[in-house]
């Protein structure tokens, strides 16, 4: 909800859910922003598969990326 006073924003009313929303963007934006200027600064990346690898080794566990390593999509 939008509120106005004078025809000038005044107040704006979201939801805890849009709001958390909102929040959650804004800071991905920030570290986002950070890493931008890391790079531009010099700063060397990981490769991606590498970084994916960990990611999936923490959430689901080393025998699960062996599977997805060992795995081949059907071939249409």
Same mark, same amino acid.
Request: negative net charge; hydrophobic residues 40%.
């Given at each position: ?25 804004? $800071? ?9 200027? $890391? ?17 999936? $080794? ?19």
């Amino acid at each position: 909800m939008f509120i106005s006073r004078n025809g000038f924003g005044d107040i704006v009313v979201l939801s805890t859910e849009e709001y958390e929303r909102q929040s959650a963007l804004l $800071e991905l934006y920030g570290k986002l922003a950070v890493a931008e200027q $890391e790079i531009a600064d010099g700063a060397k990346g990981e490769d991606f598969q590498t970084v994916a690898r960990q990611l999936r $080794e923490r959430v689901h566990g080393k025998s699960a990326v062996l599977y997805l390593r060992s795995y081949s999509p059907p071939v249409p």
